[in-house]
């Protein structure tokens, strides 16, 4: 078999949910996977606002080394949170910034393990557009996953590169067989 990069791990997709929930139970608007800026430069993991226009950002860490890297700490809210497993927050605690809060998964929610403070933004009208504009993509996405057509073409389509793999991974297993043949031969 093969591992692709762009899957999600189960715990970043649960901390997703996680966050879809606590949006819906405080009444405030979030979506994940919001570009900040016209060109998509940078990218917050979600992001959330309220009827005030007060603006929150998540960035969503499972790992030390996502954690430890350079990219995705995209803090550009009011408030700025870590979303991350207990695990990893007992791990990473001192490295956090003050200003930084944290949210920790604890089954299907999440619990403040850490309260964020209040940061002054001055493109907040620039930040709703972003998510006005992620919101968006997200029910274009909906609206495409109720497409019959466009779900059977999918289908059709994994189902060609499924075949197509399978006969490039036979092909590299007898690539192999031949060349060790061939060692065995010298």
């Not at 907040?124 to 909906?142: T, Y």
């Amino acid at each position: 078999g093969f591992w692709r990069k762009d899957l999600k791990l189960k715990e970043t997709i649960a901390i997703e949910k996680a966050l879809m929930i606590m949006t819906e139970q405080n009444r405030t608007f979030g979506c994940p996977e919001v570009t900040i800026g016209w060109y998509g430069n940078k990218r917050v993991d979600f992001m959330e606002t309220n009827t005030r226009g007060l603006i929150k950002c998540y960035e969503i860490k499972v790992t030390k080394s996502d954690f430890r890297s350079k990219h995705g700490h995209n803090f550009v809210g009011n408030y700025n949170y870590y979303a991350m497993t207990k695990d990893l927050y007992d791990k990473v605690k001192e490295d956090i910034p003050k200003e930084i809060g944290v949210l920790v998964l604890s089954g299907k929610f999440l619990i403040v393990a850490k309260k964020a403070t209040y940061q002054k933004i001055n493109n907040s009208q620039s930040l709703l557009l972003n998510l006005i504009r992620s919101m968006s993509r997200e029910v274009k996405k909906s609206f495409d996953s109720k497409d019959l057509s466009t779900l059977s073409y999918l289908k059709r389509e994994i189902s060609k590169l499924k075949k197509s793999l399978s006969s490039a991974e036979k092909e590299v297993r007898d690539l192999r067989r031949e060349s060790t043949k061939l060692h065995r031969k010298k």
